[in-house]
């Protein structure tokens, strides 16, 4: 099955070459040109990756951002920002919300092209090894869940990432800035603060469990079973 590719950009003509561009990849392209279209689009569509502008017509891309990574009941769509802003809080705000990488206006469609195609390819590998279980949690790679005993918790996808990289290494110190490297590949314009609160959200989401995040001072963060 072809990667679902969403492009949601407001500029016309710079829409049309996206588009054509994309599917001379071989992927399945879908557009919008407005932040509700984009939503309807995404709330029909499994879409696997979404090219999105942040000024938008009629709400800021980075609300698209939030519905896509915080407010759906579940995601595994990765989120590239496509902006004129270059501004660090722009940046920030994105990461913030889960965006998976960032490119600045103007830019070369064969740059484009190539991170698309290295995000895929770096969920792909993260994402090869079999199932795993850790305490009363286990992580299915294939249909990208997790669950807590019989009970399915939702994780957007960087969550998702951050979980399993955890618990591969688990009882182990992973230090912010090895997470920043397995998880969003070293990008510079992530900080670790990115990570702290990537942290606080799957904790919260797995406090039923007994398996506990810690915080190891001035390092990182250590995953460990609390039954033993």
């Known amino acids: ?119 895929f390819k770096r969920n792909e590998n993260l994402n090869k090894d079999n199932d795993i279980i850790f305490g009363d949690i286990s992580i299915n790679l294939d249909s990208h869940t997790v669950k807590i005993s019989d009970h399915v918790i939702k994780l957007t996808i960087k969550e998702f990432n951050l979980l399993h990289i955890l618990i591969k290494n688990k009882e182990k110190v992973m230090t912010r800035e090895r997470l920043l490297n397995k998880v969003w590949n070293y990008n510079q314009d992530i900080t670790t603060r990115t990570v702290d609160t990537h942290i606080r959200r799957v904790r919260e989401k797995i406090r039923a469990s007994c398996v506990s995040i810690e915080t190891i001072r001035s390092l990182g963060y250590m995953i460990t079973n609390k039954k033993k």
């Open 1 to 119: 099955m072809r990667p679902q590719l969403l492009i949601i950009e407001d500029e016309r003509d710079l829409l049309d070459t996206l588009y054509y561009n994309f599917k001379k990849e071989n992927y399945d392209v879908y557009t919008a040109s407005s932040g509700e279209e984009a939503i309807e689009i995404i709330d029909r569509q499994s879409i696997d990756l979404a090219i999105l502008d942040i000024m938008l017509p009629d709400m800021s891309g980075l609300d698209v951002c939030k519905h896509i990574k915080i407010n759906r009941s579940e995601s595994h769509t990765a989120v590239i920002i496509l902006t004129a802003k270059g501004e660090e809080i722009d940046r920030i705000l994105g990461f913030e919300l889960g965006a998976d990488d960032y490119v600045v206006k103007p830019f070369s469609i064969r740059e484009l092209t190539l991170r698309v195609s290295s995000l």
